[in-house]
């Protein structure tokens, strides 16, 4: 039998999912209690049994705010339970949380004070990693705290639905099943780009990353399994049916973090089957916005040219992928049509609004003061 007794409804649900009694579980359940609005935090135990994650949790395991649920699929991604713990939700808000990681003191609190304020149906918090940097994801315009926009305030680039979801309007919304990595990225597309009401809450209610343990997102796996969430999403007829603006936006992410990051972290590692993946996933995204490319920098397109060319050997895919990230040099800071070098996905723009993001320690401006910039 579950673990913990249940609890009205209240404000928030925090499903932590975690299959290792290794993890630091007890410091991820123990940030989220800080908070007064907590319902419930719903520990999903994967293929792992309950005892042994009751007994990392401690004395922490007896509050009744706790529940440890089973779940066992055999399956290796965090979608499954993910969505049991969504199933489980009755709370007016659900939250999701890694089992290395934890909340600031007194974070939720915060986030439903955002929602509250500016009636938002989703909150995205500031994220830092637990030696202090700020993750600047995502670049958003400047002081810009409510009424977020998937394309101007670039939400794509926040790919975890990190911070609070209100469940009247996506209750339905699932991870997707069977993925060992990107599982969160069509359900986080949907928030994005479905025009509900998006706030922003900054600095001292973080979300805080830890790296106690290798992360799944890290392991080798060949491109098709791990850009597989990627040729899902593009095919998606809710994302097929987006304004043509929105698309765009979604792909140029698309490109710099799913693709190229991809080929970054595989050099030097090709097979024949990865090319020819990573090939078809690059078509598919340009059937979905063919327009992207043209805001891409040239040492990108030089990349997306290279990928696409069966031609092109191995080392000059690795040699222009290094070119891309070569961050300073014209050919990362000019677009590939000239023309559109002010769009807000192109380089320029694009860095400087990353780098501003990273410098602000993901602070927004306070609701009555306004856009700063």
Known sequence: MPRGSPVPATEVDVVIAVHDPRRAIARAVGSVLTSSGVARVLVVCHNTPVDGIAAGLGRIADDR???????????????????????????????????????AEGAIDAWIATADRHGADVVIPAMRYAGGRRVPTPPTRPGRATRLDGVRDRLAYRTAPIGLVARERFGALRFTPGLATGEDLAYSTRLWFSGAGIARVGSGA???????????????????????????????????????????????????????????????NW??????????????????????????????????????????SDDDLDARSRARRRFATPASLIPANPLRVAAREAPLRFAFATWLAGREGGRVAKPEAGPTL
Do not use: C, Q
């Open 65 to 103: 705010r706790v529940r440890l649920e089973p779940f066992d699929d055999g399956i290796g991604s965090p979608a499954g339970p993910f969505n049991r713990g969504l199933e489980l939700a009755t709370a007016r808000f659900t939250a999701i949380m890694g089992s290395d990681d934890e909340l």
């Open 271 to 312: 097979t024949p089957d990865d090319r020819r993946a990573l090939a078809a996933v690059a078509d598919a995204i340009e059937g979905l916005a063919p327009g992207a490319v043209a805001v891409l920098s040239r040492a990108e397109l030089a990349l997306r040219r290279a990928i696409a060319d069966p031609t092109a």
């Open 206 to 268: 973080e979300y805080v990353i830890h790296d106690d343990a290798v992360r799944v997102t890290f392991t080798h796996r060949p491109i098709e399994d791990e850009l597989a969430a990627v040729t899902g999403l593009v095919s998606d007829e809710w994302v097929t049916a987006l304004p043509s603006r929105s698309r765009e936006a979604l792909a140029v992410k698309l490109w710099r973090i799913s693709v190229f990051g991809a080929v970054h972290h595989r050099s030097g």
